[in-house]
């Protein structure tokens, strides 16, 4: 594995993370496991409508992971459900060699070195299995 993968952004998203912790009563709770790795992720949200008002996360993972649930926690709130089941697929895309994603989205530049380490990928999408799982649950009747 290269030392690049855990550059110095990452690790530093990782151990000053943003929205860190559990919201108390959030519309939505859900934890969503990694079995490949044992990443595991907390997601807490909070909705006006159909915008994420505020998110709290609790990670037990890999510093990719840790970051990247900083980063979209940072990213997410204010944010649409729409925009950011979105935001996913950018990623991901990002990931397998597409362009960083746009502002609000674009700090997760700081993950570009992950492209030649597929079997990491999961770690840094994780956060947004958490969050995908949360908003369709919040749409459930």
């Not at 709770?29 to 079995?35: H, K, Q, R």
């Not at 909705?47 to 505020?54: K, L, P, Q, V, Y």
């Not at 649409?80 to 674009?106: I, N, R, Y």
């Not at 530049?109 to 919040?138: E, G, M, Y």
Request: hydrophobic share 40%.
């Amino acid at each position: 594995m290269s030392d690049d993968l855990y550059q110095q952004a990452i690790m530093q998203k990782a151990k000053t993370p943003v929205h860190a912790g559990r919201l108390t009563a959030p519309d939505v709770s859900v934890t969503v496991d990694n079995p490949l790795c044992g990443d595991r992720i907390t997601l807490d949200i909070k909705f006006r409508e159909e915008t994420i008002a505020d998110v709290g996360h609790q990670v037990r993972g890999c510093a990719l992971c840790q970051a990247s649930a900083s980063v979209m926690a940072s990213a997410v709130v204010g944010q649409t459900t729409a925009a950011a089941l979105s935001a996913q697929d950018k990623v991901k895309a990002m990931l397998a060699g597409g362009d960083v994603p746009q502002p609000p989205w674009e700090e997760f530049a700081i993950f570009t070195p992950v492209r030649r380490h597929k079997s990491r990928h999961d770690c840094v999408v994780l956060p947004f299995d958490a969050l995908s799982q949360a908003i369709a649950q919040a749409k459930k009747p």
